[in-house]
């Protein structure tokens, strides 16, 4: 006798609640945690070629890579938004800190790290 799909409401949430799809998507949190992780220690090594008068940012991300590397990944649509902020705001710490690099203004690196510090904080309270 062969298999048959489960239609209607019942194949609905047979296949909404699948664990195939429960391991892609524990794939993909990790990999979205991967990657803060991944941002964060570039932007660490960008930050790091700046003056001493950014010492206290270049601190403050140091703690952030140890923040994101405890991140337990989670597949919630809520953390899945905060990552994507946290990400988000690192390419704009990014940018501020390459602006900072080119003799530009460093108030807009210091206001954009303090952002992506409050992103990781809130992510930090994601728990299983």
Do not use: W, Y
Not at 32 to 52: C, F, H, M, R
Not at 78 to 102: P, V, Y
């Amino acid at each position: 006798m062969a298999l048959k799909k489960a239609t209607g409401i019942k194949g609905f949430f047979s296949r909404l609640f699948s664990s195939s799809d429960d391991e892609k998507n524990n794939q993909l949190a990790r990999e979205a945690v991967q990657n803060i992780t991944s941002a964060l220690e570039t932007l660490s090594q960008k930050a790091g070629t700046l003056n001493d008068s950014f010492t206290e940012q270049k601190n403050l991300i140091a703690s952030m890579i140890t923040d994101a590397k405890a991140f337990i990944p989670q597949n919630e649509i809520a953390a899945a938004k905060c990552e994507q902020s946290i990400l988000g705001a690192i390419t704009a710490a990014s940018s501020a800190c390459d602006a900072a690099l080119s003799g530009g203004d460093g108030s807009e690196f210091v206001k954009q790290v303090a952002a992506v510090s409050v992103l990781v904080t809130q992510r930090s309270h994601f728990k299983n």
